[in-house]
């Protein structure tokens, strides 16, 4: 293994700015099926090593693969989220290829005629809004896992779990139309967000359900060709997907400035390092020997099975965000957090069904439940009961509390499930201020401001604010402000 100094000088941005990165993204993305692709085997994830194989999956002569139509709808779900057009007829493909976790010698996969091609997808970047092209989406079957630690044997031999070999997975390809790490990053957000409101995978990138690898080149700014392209592989966090690209994308510019020349290789993320070391030089697809899966029969698609699928899709993350944008009038940013899951949105949705107003809902949920979450360590699922946290809010918009008493009720609420009439009835937060006590504050502000009080006989109706804002603080926020409101203004008349 060809192996890079870590310690690279950083180089000048205006040397970086002469450049523009090209990137492009390929992502497999395990299909939530509850059986393998071409057998009856379970899928699930964290089952004892090699328990859920069987002859078909294991490779064994004579067995005969059958495909899962459940998988080849999860795909078709995948493509039409993402604007593809989903072929009539597509075909799977061998492609050979030696190594211990595929046990025939070949993946199962498509080459020639992809399930899908031609879609988009949209990003936004710093406000700017971009659609990124997506080349193909097709099906194939994931390999199973070599284990290199954790074994008896591990320091002299590797161990093989088969659960995985012949897991559904959609392999993603990206047209090469990001330029930033920036841009890849949100790609692969919101490419993670349409899997999982479509419910198509659980995307769960630490058990492997989501992996990333990255071709990146890089060519002298205004230039219209290509620069030499390298493959960056083991990107397994959004995280390191950004660094490694940071990292790549400096290196290729450095070398280049150097007079050096970049050769089309594999690399892999070094995680512990902070740098990428390479792998092998990058194989071309003849390597691989493709030829049409002679085993499975082409796969055909119908336009009304395609359109029944698309009919079960879900509103997607965008859509979405637009609606909520104009129909509880939120800002977009409140819009695109409450959007970024299924959950949260529906939740959102069902406390406004309940009654509370759009906004507050928005930001009760966002500062005030989100926070008690983090806080608590508590999972989403966890929080009360969208009409609970309804009923408060109507409890503060109908002013029978105030908003800082309904944050003390919220976390009362929280811990013990009580509902906000309960807990304001028990407490006896309702009636913490008397009217009495409202009034006597009202006179004391009064008797101390009075060129105010002339300014508001004589007409200005602004300055009557002043004296809500004086008497809330006086009673520690504390006050029912419609009581406040009354008060002051029979007192003022
Ligand atoms: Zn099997």
Known sequence: MAKTTPEEPSLAPEVLAKYEPVIGLEVHVQLLTRTKIFCGCSTRFGDPPNTNVCPICLGLPGSLPVLNKRAVEMAMRASLALNCTVHDHSRFARKNYFYPDLPKGYQISQYELPLATGGWLEVEVSGAKKRIGITRLHLEEDAAKNLHEGFSQSATKAYIDYNRCGTPLSEIVSEPDMRTPEEAYAYLTALRQILLYTGVSDCNMEEGSLRCDANVSVRPRGSKEFGTKVEVKNLNSFRFLQKALEYEIERHIGVLESGGCLSQETRLWNQAESHTVSMRSKEKAHDYRY???????????????????????????????????????????????????????????????????????????????????????????????????????????????????????????????????????????????????????????????????????????????????????????????????????????
Do not use: C
């Open 291 to 493: 030829f049409p899966e002679p085993d499975l029969l082409p796969v055909h698609i119908s336009p009304a099975w395609r359109e029944e699928v698309r009919r079960t899709l879900p509103e997607l993350p965008e859509a979405k965000r637009t609606r909520f944008v104009t129909a509880y009038a939120i800002t977009h940013y409140d819009a695109e957090v409450l959007t970024s899951t299924q959950a949260l949105a529906d939740y959102f949705e069902s406390v406004v069904k309940a009654g509370a107003p759009g906004k507050a809902a928005s930001n009760w949920i966002l500062n005030e439940l989100i926070g008690l979450l983090n806080d608590r360590k508590r999972p989403f699922d966890k929080s009360p009961r969208p009409p609970a946290l309804a009923e408060l809010l109507i409890m503060i918009e109908s002013k029978q509390i105030t908003a800082a008493i309904g944050k003390k009720v919220f976390v009362i609420m929280f811990e013990s499930g009580r509902t906000a009439a309960e807990i304001v009835a028990a407490e006896g937060l309702g009636a913490q201020v008397t009217e009495n006590a409202i009034e006597q504050a009202a006179r004391e502000v009064i008797a101390k401001n009075p060129e105010n009080v002339a300014k508001f006989k004589s007409g200005n109706e602004g300055v009557f604010k002043f004296f809500v804002g004086q008497v809330m603080k006086a009673t520690h926020g504390q006050a029912n402000p419609q009581a406040v409101n009354d008060i002051l203004r029979k007192l003022l008349s």
